[in-house]
């Protein structure tokens, strides 16, 4: 089952003679469950494709389907509301609500989506990331390696169709960086769950299913791993 469908999909930033294409008439496919790898040099687009993909930024033209749903067909409430379900998000820099506890910032997308909370999910949630014990601290009292397995359990609490993971490893130490790849593979092992990993680091990419490799805006190999 393809989780995620991207036909001819093309960014271009500015206008007239200054005109930047970012992406340029990307194709390809995820099936359900897949661990995928995306892998270039700075600015070869990678950024930019996870942000179409998640709903983030806008195509320039093409189109993306997300558990069968052109997201792009929908308006911006429609998509922000999609995107809170089905899309759960890991970026870099953890992007953590300082003012809220670990388990308010797990439980954020169900309460901006003011859906009750899942207390049996959020608990194994919480034993899988390894923070049980430190539920009720604030994100300033965490380590980077912690406070990344915290936007690890946000993107894992609504059952999204897709993780889109944007460099997570890029702010931590070699030893947190082992820690969240390992318990990214847990959840794709243990969840099915589909994942898009954007990373620079080379003994990530060789632990994925796929590795998808972007140079100048287009894809230039698209590979298996293992089988």
């Known amino acids: 089952m393809k989780i995620l469908q991207v036909q001819n999909l093309s960014k271009i930033y500015g206008k007239d003679g200054t005109q930047v294409k970012a992406l340029d008439d990307v194709n390809f496919a995820i099936e359900k469950g897949e661990f995928v790898a995306v892998v270039g040099a700075s600015g070869s687009g990678k950024s930019t494709l996870l942000h179409l993909l998640g709903g983030v930024d806008r195509p320039t033209s093409g189109k993306v389907f997300v558990d069968g749903k ?3 067909s929908m308006n911006e409430s429609q998509l922000a509301i999609f995107r809170r379900r089905n899309v759960g998000f890991i970026y870099q820099f953890y992007n953590l609500i300082p003012t809220l506890t670990v388990t308010e910032n797990i439980m954020l997308p169900r309460l901006l989506d003011e859906r009750e909370a899942d207390k049996e999910k ?13 539920q009720s601290h604030l994100p300033n009292q965490l380590s980077g390696g912690q406070q990344q397995r915290v936007s690890v359990g946000r993107a894992l609490i609504n059952d999204p169709a897709i993780i889109l993971a944007d460099e997570p490893t890029g702010n931590l130490d070699s030893k947190s960086s082992r820690e969240v790849i390992e318990l990214l593979k847990a959840a794709n092992k243990r969840y099915n769950q589909t994942l898009l990993v ?13 590795i998808i490799t972007i140079a100048d805006g287009r894809i230039t190999s698209d590979e298996q791993v293992k089988a």
Do not use: M, N, P, S
């Open 70 to 72: 052109d997201i792009y």
């Open 122 to 134: 959020l608990h194994t949630i919480l034993e899988t990331i390894g923070l049980t014990d430190r």
């Open 198 to 210: 954007i990373t620079h680091d080379e003994k990530i990419a060789l632990q994925a299913d796929r």
